[in-house]
């Protein structure tokens, strides 16, 4: 059963910082690029930052470069985003995203999503 599940979320003041994890399990994650997407109440899902396969290359939505950072550890199956200079415009639920390359290329996984709220 293939699940991917986000954790970390929760309230922080503005300027703060949060990490957050992504555990997936029942498919070959070292073959999927993972992604983190928000959205934000009354808005579209959009994207906040991408990792490849191997973790060589990464790329952030101009509203996130420099203050996000996203990472992975193929051996625990597992993909963080850490995000530092929270601004209450970053509210959103953060929502964890598989997709496959190579044979696996065209599988899309997601997960549950986590809340961020930043308030003072």
């Known amino acids: 059963q293939v699940q991917l599940v986000e954790s970390g979320g929760g309230l922080v003041q503005p300027g703060g910082s949060l990490r957050l994890s992504c555990a997936a399990s029942?498919?070959?994650?070292?073959?999927?690029?993972m992604s983190w997407y928000r959205q934000a109440p009354g808005k579209e899902r959009e994207l906040v930052a991408t990792?490849?396969?191997?973790?060589?290359?990464?790329n952030y939505a101009d509203s996130m470069k420099g203050r996000f950072t996203i990472s992975r550890d193929n051996a625990k199956s597992t993909v963080y985003l850490q995000m530092n200079g929270l601004k209450p415009e970053d509210t959103a639920v953060y929502y964890c995203?598989?997709?496959?390359?190579?044979?696996?290329?065209?599988?899309?996984?997601w997960g549950k999503g986590t809340l961020v709220t930043v308030s003072s």
């Open positions: 995203n598989a997709a496959g390359s190579g044979v696996y290329y065209g599988i899309i996984y």
């Open positions: 029942g498919f070959t994650f070292s073959r999927y690029a």
């Open positions: 990792i490849t396969t191997t973790g060589g290359n990464t």
